[in-house]
């Protein structure tokens, strides 16, 4: 590699930004036995990506993804590894074993013959569950699911009260077991809660007791996984109950194989990954597209968004690094069910003032070709890659760098190689920027506050 300093190679990338530089095509599409990824990237060619590369091998970006792999303190503030990809492989460590974890509990719901799975979480604990749920649903489910996440009572009293008198179990999803809005539920519950009907997943083990909770009623995962990851671990235990959670957990290791090996096909998917991250450092430093919409032409998938909302905006948004050369961070995420959207906002993002990016998300496996073709009008019209002559596409003021994703395989495989690949991307963007993606003291600064005016 070239021996000059990253200031000299930062600078670069300051000159492309103001240089008009022509040839502005990335050549490189990936394809895999999942996923699907076609740039309609303007502005961002293969001279931007190589210069980016160089920049990541001066700050040992290699380096950094071997240490979160290998349980390294990548969670430096916290002094703490992140080891939520341990559920993806087949751990020694029984901390890790969804399966071995989960079984006794699902035997348990499954014999006593409940109708209602009710979850009561927040953030990764309501956001997680609610995805895959969504995803999995089946006309023929042997059980009906709600979430709760609290804390205004007429969000509980809409869900349970009809509730009341049947079968129910309940489950409460709780890293810490000091989420207000979730001990809220709990106290509104009362006694219709009992050591039969309920569990707790939490980090906490001795608050569980505390609150009234036997041993056998609680479902442990480690401190070392953040409640934005922890879609893999038991936090998704209801997932199980009709599905083979192993094929989600299967389908996010297959991303981590790929972004660990050194096979040609492992390679490709490398650049493709790093394509999706240093394009967001690009246009949010130095073409001031500082919002991104993230649009799922899916209905299974209608949830997305709001998943990868939390995913990002809590990873990413944090104060610059001092050290970095970079100044802006996360993006702001917007964005929601594609086919919805294009009656609410598109009319802002092909005509409006707006600068952002956009993400793009469907399935061509899938019985409705309108949804994938709207999936793809729309990146070639915010891209202004459509070809032809016409009133209405010649008022269009588009110009938006658009990342077509398509998810060849929509099963839990698929989701969990999409997933994966997402956590993969948003890593290589903290790493690049010099920040910590596992921490969020934003958010507890917020509940402090709260909890100020609650007195």
């Known amino acids: 590699m070239d021996t000059r300093s990253a200031k000299s190679i930062f600078s670069d990338l300051k000159k492309l930004s103001k240089s008009g530089f022509k040839n502005r095509k990335l050549s490189f599409k990936f394809e895999s036995e999942f996923l699907d990824y076609h740039p309609h990237l303007k502005d961002f060619s293969s001279k931007h990506y190589k210069i980016f590369d160089e920049f990541s091998q001066k700050l040992d970006l290699q380096g950094s993804l071997e240490d979160l792999f290998s349980g390294e303190i990548v969670n430096k503030t ?15 460590s029984e901390d890790f074993n969804f399966k071995k974890i989960t079984a006794p509990h699902i035997k348990r719901i499954k014999r006593e013959g409940f109708q209602n799975i009710i979850t009561f979480g927040i953030g990764g604990s309501y956001e997680g569950p609610k995805l895959l749920q969504e995803f999995t649903n089946k006309q023929s489910s042997n059980f009906n699911y709600y979430f709760v996440s609290g804390p205004d009572k007429d969000e509980f009293n809409s869900i349970l009260k009809p509730l009341i008198g049947q079968k129910n179990f309940y489950i409460f999803s709780s890293k810490s077991l000091s989420t207000d809005e979730t001990l809220l539920c709990f106290k509104w519950l009362g006694h219709e809660r009992n050591s039969k009907n309920s569990i707790v997943i939490t980090a906490n083990t001795k608050k569980a007791i505390s ?33 083979n959670f192993s094929k989600f957990l299967k ?58 909302q939390q995913l990002e905006m809590e990873s990413l948004g944090k104060q610059a690094n001092p050290k970095s050369f970079f100044q802006e961070t996360g993006q702001s995420i917007f964005g929601g069910f594609g086919s919805t959207a294009q009656h609410s906002y598109f009319q802002l993002l092909h005509q409006g003032t707006a600068e952002f990016c956009t993400d793009i998300v469907y399935s061509a496996s ?60 948003v890593f290589i963007t903290a790493c690049m920027l010099q920040i910590n993606s596992f921490d969020q003291y934003g958010v507890a600064a917020g509940k402090v506050i709260s909890k100020k005016f609650l007195t």
Not at 78 to 92: G, T
Not at 264 to 270: A, F, I, L, T, V
Not at 383 to 389: A, P, V, Y
Request: charged share 20%; hydrophobic share 35%; glycine share 6%.
């Open 78 to 92: 916290e002094n703490k590894p992140a080891m939520h990809h341990q559920y993806r492989i087949n751990p020694k």
């Open 211 to 243: 609150m009234g909770f036997k041993k056998s009623c609680i479902v442990p995962f480690p401190e070392s996984v953040g409640g934005r990851y922890s879609i893999w671990s038991p936090i998704s235990l209801s997932v199980e109950l009709e599905n």
């Open 251 to 308: 389908g996010g290791f297959n991303a981590d194989k790929m972004l660990l090996g050194s096979s040609k096909e492992d390679k490709q998917y490398q650049k493709f990954v790093k394509i999706l991250a240093f394009s967001d450092l690009w246009f949010a430093n130095f073409k001031n597209k500082k919002n991104r919409v993230v649009l799922s032409y899916n209905w299974k998938l209608r949830s997305l968004t709001n998943y990868i």
């Open 366 to 425: 899938t019985n409705s070709t309108l949804s994938s073709a709207q999936a793809r009008g729309q990146a070639s019209l915010l891209s202004s890659d459509f070809k032809g002559s016409n009133n209405l596409l010649e008022k269009t003021n588009s110009n938006s760098p658009v990342n077509l994703l398509n998810l060849k395989k929509l099963s839990l495989e698929g989701l969990g190689f999409l997933l994966a690949t997402w956590e993969h991307r």
